[in-house]
C-alpha cells in the first residue's frame, strides 16, 4: 500500500495559507535595553534597541523612515524570525534588530516608519515619543530573568572630579555560588572605592523581586561632557549546576554570566571665579589643620610640615594645596595618603619639606584649604592656624655620626688589607701549581723512556 503523503501536506499548506490570511498584518515598534527589557527613558549616549517587528509581511527590504530620526545614531543589526499562535492563528514575524544611541537630551516625536512588502503594499507603524535624558525607566521584562545586574547611580548630573557614589546590585531568585563581578575599563572616569563585600538588600524590576548583593563603587569623572561607564560583568554558578561545574567547570567553562546595562553621566565644569583658581576639592570638607614636626631647627634642616584634611568629598584625588610661606623659607612637596572612614568619609594629609635659607624666627602665616561645596553650591575657605619656626645657624655634624664614619673607614682599610693577602696567596697558589703540574709532567716523561 502506498501512502498518500503528498495530499497531506497540501492540505497542511492549505491550512497554513488560511490562517496566515486571517492573522493580520503589522508593523510594530518596540524599545528596549540591550538585555531587551522594555524601557519608557533613555540615556544619552547609552546604546539602546529598537525592533521593528513586521507581522505576516512578506518583504525583502527593509523599513524606511530612520533617516528622519535626528540626534539619533542607528546601526542595522541584522534580522531575526519567529513563529508565534496568537488566539488560533499562526503568526509570523520578522524582526529588523537597530542599534540606537542618542545624542542630545529632550524629548523627541518621530514619524512613523513603513515597510513595502513583495506585493507593493505598504505598512506603517506607529509614531514613536522618545524621552532622552535622566535614568532608564524599566517598563517590563520581556523575558522572567531568575539573575540580573544593574548599576544604579542617584546622581546623574555631576562637576568634573566630583565623587560619584554608584551601588552594583546583582540580583537573583535562585542561590547560586562563585560570584565574581569583573571590573570593567573606563576612558576618561577614575575608578576609586570598592566594596569587597555584598551588602545583603533586595529590588524589583517591573513585577519581578529580586534578593541582592550590593556593591559600593565611587566614581571620579575627569572630563567634561557626556561619559558612559561600561557594562560591567558578573560571572557565578547557579546552584543547581554546582556540583557539574565543580568537575567539569575547567574543561567546559562551566557558571552562566550576566552583565548590567551601560550607564551615562551628565559632567560639567565648576563655576568660573575670579576669586577662586584651580580648585580640585568638591563636597564638604569638616576640617583642616597644619602642624610642624619640630618648631626648631637649623639652616638647612628639613623640617617636615602636615596639612590634615577631613569631610565627605573627592579627597582621594585632590591635589596638595601651595603653601603660604614668608621670605627665607622654602618648601618641597612629599607624600600624601588618604584613609577611608568607615561611615564613607576621607581622611587625607599632605606632607611637605621645609627648609630655611638663613637664621631668624619665623612665623608661617595660616594656611588656606578651598574646596567646592555640593550643598551651598558655593567656593568656601577653611584656615589653620598659624604657626612659629626658630632657625639656629648652619646645622652641626653630628659627633656620633663623625665617630661612625672613622670607624668606617677603619674597617674599609681592614678589608682593603686583608683582600690584598687574600690576592697575595692566591698567586702563591697558582705558581705552585704550575710547578706541581711542570713536575708531573716531567716525570711522566720519564718514566716512558
Given at each position: 500500500m502506498v501512502k498518500k503523503t503528498g495530499n497531506i501536506f497540501i492540505v497542511m499548506i492549505a491550512l497554513f495559507s488560511m490562517m496566515n490570511v486571517n492573522a493580520s498584518s503589522k508593523l510594530l515598534l518596540q524599545v528596549s535595553d540591550l538585555q531587551q527589557n522594555k524601557v519608557s527613558q533613555v540615556e544619552i549616549g547609552v546604546p539602546f534597541l529598537v525592533q521593528v517587528i513586521a507581522q505576516n509581511i512578506d518583504s525583502d527590504g527593509q523599513p524606511d523612515g530612520f533617516d528622519a530620526w535626528d540626534n539619533f545614531a542607528v546601526t542595522f543589526y541584522g534580522v531575526g524570525q519567529s513563529m508565534t499562535s496568537i488566539n488560533g492563528q499562526v503568526v509570523q514575524s520578522k524582526i529588523y534588530n537597530y542599534v540606537v544611541t542618542a545624542e542630545k537630551q529632550g524629548t523627541f516625536d518621530y514619524p512613523a516608519l513603513c515597510l513595502t512588502?513583495?506585493?507593493?503594499?505598504?505598512?506603517?507603524s506607529d509614531t514613536l515619543k522618545m524621552v532622552v535624558g535622566g535614568s532608564v525607566k524599566i517598563s517590563q521584562q520581556s523575558t522572567a530573568q531568575p539573575y540580573v545586574l544593574q548599576l544604579d547611580m542617584p546622581e546623574r548630573s555631576?562637576?568634573?572630579?566630583?565623587?560619584?557614589?554608584?551601588?552594583?546590585?546583582?540580583?537573583?531568585?535562585?542561590s547560586f555560588?562563585?560570584?565574581?563581578?569583573?571590573?570593567?575599563?573606563?576612558?576618561?572616569?577614575?575608578?576609586?572605592?570598592?566594596?569587597?563585600?555584598?551588602?545583603d538588600s533586595e529590588f524589583k524590576i517591573g513585577n519581578q523581586k529580586y534578593t541582592s548583593q550590593d556593591f559600593l563603587i565611587e566614581f571620579y569623572p575627569e572630563k567634561i561632557g557626556t561619559l558612559v561607564i561600561p557594562s560591567f560583568q558578573a560571572s557565578f554558578v547557579p546552584q543547581r549546576q554546582a556540583y557539574v561545574s565543580s568537575i567539569f567547570s575547567i574543561m567546559l567553562g562551566g557558571g552562566s554570566v550576566v552583565h548590567s546595562q551601560p550607564r551615562s553621566i551628565d559632567v560639567k565644569p565648576l563655576p568660573e571665579s575670579s576669586e577662586f583658581k584651580n580648585v580640585t576639592a568638591i563636597g564638604r570638607i569638616d576640617h583642616a589643620e597644619f602642624t610642624l614636626s619640630a618648631n626648631k631647627g637649623a639652616v638647612g634642616e628639613g623640617i617636615v610640615a602636615k596639612m590634615m584634611v577631613t569631610g565627605d568629598a573627592n579627597l582621594?584625588?585632590?591635589?596638595?594645596?601651595?603653601?603660604?610661606?614668608?621670605?627665607?623659607?622654602?618648601?618641597?612637596?612629599?607624600?600624601?595618603?588618604?584613609t577611608r572612614e568607615k561611615n564613607g568619609t576621607f581622611k587625607k594629609e599632605f606632607e611637605w619639606i621645609v627648609q630655611a635659607e638663613h637664621a631668624d624666627s619665623f612665623e608661617i602665616p595660616q594656611q588656606?584649604?578651598?574646596?567646592?561645596d555640593l550643598k551651598s553650591e558655593q567656593y568656601k575657605t577653611l584656615m589653620t592656624?598659624?604657626?612659629?619656626?626658630?632657625?639656629?645657624?648652619?646645622?652641626?655634624?653630628?659627633?656620633?655620626?663623625?665617630?661612625?664614619?672613622?670607624?668606617?673607614?677603619?674597617?674599609?682599610?681592614?678589608?682593603?688589607?686583608?683582600?690584598?693577602?687574600?690576592?697575595?696567596?692566591?698567586?702563591?697558589?697558582?705558581?705552585?701549581?704550575?710547578?706541581?703540574?711542570?713536575?708531573?709532567?716531567?716525570?711522566?716523561?720519564m718514566l716512558t723512556l
Open positions: 512588502d513583495k506585493q507593493g503594499n505598504t505598512y506603517v555631576v562637576y568634573v572630579g566630583q565623587k560619584v557614589a554608584a551601588m552594583l546590585r546583582f540580583g537573583f531568585q535562585t555560588q562563585d560570584l565574581k563581578i569583573t571590573e570593567v575599563p573606563m576612558q576618561n572616569i577614575y575608578r576609586g572605592f570598592v566594596s569587597q563585600e555584598g551588602q582621594e584625588i585632590v591635589k596638595a594645596p601651595l603653601l603660604d610661606m614668608p621670605q627665607g623659607l622654602h618648601y618641597y612637596e612629599g607624600n600624601s595618603s588618604v588656606q584649604f578651598f574646596y567646592f592656624k598659624a604657626q612659629k619656626l626658630e632657625i639656629s645657624g648652619v646645622l652641626k655634624k653630628d659627633v656620633s655620626d663623625q665617630t661612625n664614619r672613622n670607624e668606617t673607614k677603619k674597617e674599609e682599610k681592614k678589608i682593603e688589607h686583608k683582600n690584598e693577602s687574600m690576592a697575595s696567596m692566591h698567586q702563591t697558589f697558582l705558581h705552585w701549581l704550575d710547578m706541581n703540574t711542570f713536575s708531573n709532567s716531567l716525570l711522566s716523561k
